[in-house]
């Protein structure tokens, strides 16, 4: 067993640290290019079959049912999604709220995904590198949550993520082990939830520093009750008429 730090934040990467929206743009225009658009629009119905027979993302299982079907163009798609370059999707800031994180725990990213494509993504964006290899990527990760406290014993942990359905079954499982943080980036960002809601939200990966990224931050950030902010009310409020 290994030895309980004192806290370990727990760092979604789609629409949290990387520009996901941005990406899905971008390999948009290049499935385009490379199979003209009543193809890609093939493929991308693909991609959203794909994921909801799995229940995440899987460019793998994409790629691989796309190209039976047009292996005349297979190389030069798979090439254009598996070398994308998602430094260049990193939000502002990503790399240096991490740095910042270091000061007071442990990050660590915990992800949905497949098992292959997903932690390539994580690696060639330099955030594998940022977290020091401490990257956890599971089909349905609020559903291993005892794994991941196994894998990173902690006193406390801090969630970050871009969904807040996720941020409440994380709640609901840890309970006061844990402080919820919405990330207002990405097109989830405002989707209904039900349970409980984040302990405060926060607009840009940037704003984590000043949140939780020095000693005297993250010890009001984890005794605070709750430091929900008014607009995080307003939001809930709405989803819920």
Do not use: C
Not at 128 to 144: C, I, Q, S, T
Request: glycine share 6%; charged share 30%.
């Amino acid at each position: 067993m290994f030895a309980p730090v004192g806290v370990t934040f727990l760092l979604d990467f789609d629409n949290t640290l990387s520009d996901n929206d941005l990406a899905r743009v971008r390999l948009t225009g290049a499935t385009e290019r490379i199979v003209g658009p009543a193809d890609s629009r093939a493929f991308w119905s693909t991609y959203e079959r794909v994921r909801d027979e799995m229940g995440f993302v899987d460019f793998l299982r994409t790629l691989e049912d796309f190209d039976g079907r047009h292996p005349e163009s297979a190389l030069a798609l798979d090439r254009a999604v598996l070398d994308f370059p998602y430094a260049e999707m990193l939000y502002p800031s990503a790399l240096k709220a991490i740095a910042a994180l270091w000061r007071v725990g442990v990050p660590v990213v915990l992800s949905d995904g497949d098992r292959t494509y997903q932690p390539l993504k994580i690696s060639r964006s330099g955030v594998h590198d940022a977290v020091r290899g401490n990257v956890l990527v599971f089909p349905h990760k609020e559903n291993r949550l005892d794994d991941v406290a196994r894998l990173f014993p902690a006193d406390r942990y801090v969630a970050v993520d871009d969904k807040a359905a996720v941020l409440a079954r994380i709640k609901l499982h840890w309970g006061a082990r844990v402080r919820t943080v919405h990330v207002l980036q990405g097109k989830y960002s405002d989707d209904p939830y039900d349970g409980p809601p984040p302990d405060t939200t926060i607009e840009a990966i940037g704003d984590l520093t000043g949140l939780v990224g020095t000693a005297d931050a993250l010890q009001v950030f984890l005794e605070g009750a709750s430091i929900r902010d008014k607009s995080t009310e307003r939001r809930r409020t709405r989803w819920h008429s």
